[in-house]
């Protein structure tokens, strides 16, 4: 407020293009914090105990436009949405720390019809994310990219994939078709 007032009066408009304001945070009853009832939950312990990766990740999480709620319960989702994220982009790393995508990466072309298939949803996750960026809709972002790990990728591709990057040879045509999707989607 005190940047709105001061640039008013100043340079006759507003600092910035735009305002993104949220509600009161609340607890897992919707309650008001309050130290007499005992219902604060600290940011500080929060990242103490569970790490600020988490706190990050819960307040991209929620829906800003109404109260914010925190718990232990919701938080115990946050961590494991968490767990969901990192283990992705580990499994992705994993997977792809033998391939050099300047000499080994195929063609489109010449990759297997579900590897394609893998790519376009995840062009179809970055439209949808960088739309939802645009209206700062974070927890639309969270939501898309959990989906995306556990049902797209986790209960899908990469449980598929994994005989062959596991059996194929190294520098088989299979592998680098697969490490080749595998490199674009951890780019994306």
């Not at 407020?1 to 919707?30: E, M, N, Q, W």
């Not at 996750?125 to 990728?153: K, T």
């Not at 449980?159 to 088989?172: C, E, F, G, Q, V």
Request: glycine share 6%; hydrophobic share 40%.
């Amino acid at each position: 407020h005190s940047s709105l007032l001061t640039g008013c009066a100043i340079d006759g408009r507003a600092p910035y293009r735009s305002l993104l304001t949220h509600g009161f945070v609340v607890d897992g009853k919707g309650m008001k914090m309050s130290k007499s009832k005992g219902n604060v939950i600290a940011p500080q312990e929060v990242s103490d105990k569970l790490g600020a990766e988490i706190l990050r990740l819960w307040v991209a999480s929620t829906d800003y436009s109404g109260e914010l709620s925190i718990s232990k319960e919701i938080l115990d989702r946050v961590v494991e949405t968490y767990r969901r994220l990192r283990n992705t982009l580990r499994f992705l790393l994993a997977n792809t720390v033998d391939f050099d995508a300047g000499t080994q990466m195929l063609p489109v072309d010449a990759w297997l019809e579900i590897d394609r298939y893998a790519l376009a949803l995840t062009r179809q996750l970055q439209q949808q994310v960088s739309a939802d960026y645009d209206r700062y809709e974070f927890h639309r972002i969270v939501q898309a990219l959990q989906g995306f790990c556990s049902e797209d990728l986790g209960g899908f591709y990469l449980d598929i994939l994994k005989d062959r990057l596991y059996t194929s040879a190294a520098d088989s045509k299979a592998r680098r078709a697969a490490q080749s999707a595998l490199w674009h989607i951890l780019q994306t």
